[in-house]
């Protein structure tokens, strides 16, 4: 089942105090940032050195990106280089898809592998400031959901209004507007995933030790969230298109409503903490009453 441990300490750290969040389009509810883990202490017995370092080295560069990108991850401006690089949103999305096949290695056919490795990740909305737990299935799940939550930053990004060339109100460019369904489609996916293939792996215990930012609710409500939002840009377009019916049009907003619904019936019950999951609650609702 893999060892637990939660704390509830509040000094600071790679978590966040919600302030002002600036203009937003997609609520995010913060970035779960991953802390070191020694491989080599924990797996030097059981794999060879090569598949040790390329572990450390894929997982050291997510540590350090996300390091980077958490405190910022609400500014409404682009991201610029870094002294690392260039640490962009798009970078750290490379990096955890480059890490989750290797990282899939160590619970291949029910490996006692899994186990060994104590994973932990500071936590945005739960009451504990971070969760320590001995499974690969948390570190899975856990790199499913930032690739969500940078998935919907990116979203936001593109449907922030920018400066037209004409110089006058600012507006979202079509192409940004179809560029951010593909990538809410792309969010929905990975917490779909983990929903259906990942929590399914873990025991009733092990998933009671999850933190509320990975409980079931709370995936589902995200999952959904990015749905209402893809739809409500379809929308948006169908109203502006003289090519779509209003068959089209009442379709789309009767699944936008449907989806927000569920969203809210999904988050409202979770002991969400601090700032971050009130927020999160608050914008559901609101897009749900705006739906």
């Known amino acids: 089942m893999g060892c637990f441990l939660s704390t509830s300490k509040d000094t600071g750290g790679n978590r966040r105090r919600p302030g002002n969040i600036g203009e937003v389009s997609v609520y995010v509810p913060g970035l779960r940032i991953p802390k070191p883990v020694d491989f080599s202490q924990s797996l030097g017995d059981n794999l060879s050195k090569n598949m040790v370092e390329r572990l450390s080295a894929l ?4 540590v350090v990106m996300a390091a980077q990108e958490g405190p910022t ?3 409404t401006r682009r991201k610029s280089a870094t002294q690392h690089g260039g640490s962009t ?6 990096a955890l898809e480059d890490y989750l096949p290797v990282l899939l290695g160590l619970v291949k056919d ?3 592998l899994q186990y060994k490795v104590q994973f932990v990740w500071v936590n945005q909305e739960d009451e504990a400031e971070e969760t320590a737990i001995s499974n690969a299935w948390y570190e899975v799940l856990s790199v499913l959901h930032l690739m969500a939550m940078l998935s919907l930053s990116q979203a936001n990004l593109l449907l922030l209004p920018r400066t037209s060339a004409d110089g006058y109100q600012p507006k979202v460019s079509e192409e940004s507007r179809r560029a951010s369904v593909d990538i809410f489609l792309k969010a929905a996916g ?3 995933c983990a929903v259906r293939h990942v929590l399914p792996q873990m025991s009733p215990e092990l998933r009671r030790e999850l933190p509320v930012d990975l409980a079931e ?3 589902r409500a995200l999952c959904l969230q990015a749905l209402g939002q893809g739809v409500d840009i379809q929308l948006g377009m169908a109203i502006d298109s003289t090519k779509a019916t209003l068959a089209v049009k009442r379709r789309l907003a009767c699944e936008m409503v449907k989806y927000w619904q569920q969203a809210q019936d999904n988050i409202m019950n979770l002991p969400l903490a601090n700032g971050w999951g009130e927020k999160h609650k608050l914008f559901v609702k609101w897009k749900y009453f705006e739906a």
């Open 73 to 75: 991850i609400t500014r």
């Open 217 to 219: 609710g709370d995936l």
């Open 110 to 112: 029910g490996s006692q």
């Open 59 to 62: 997982r050291t560069r997510i």
């Open 190 to 192: 990975y917490l779909d």
């Open 89 to 94: 949103l798009a970078d750290l999305h490379q």
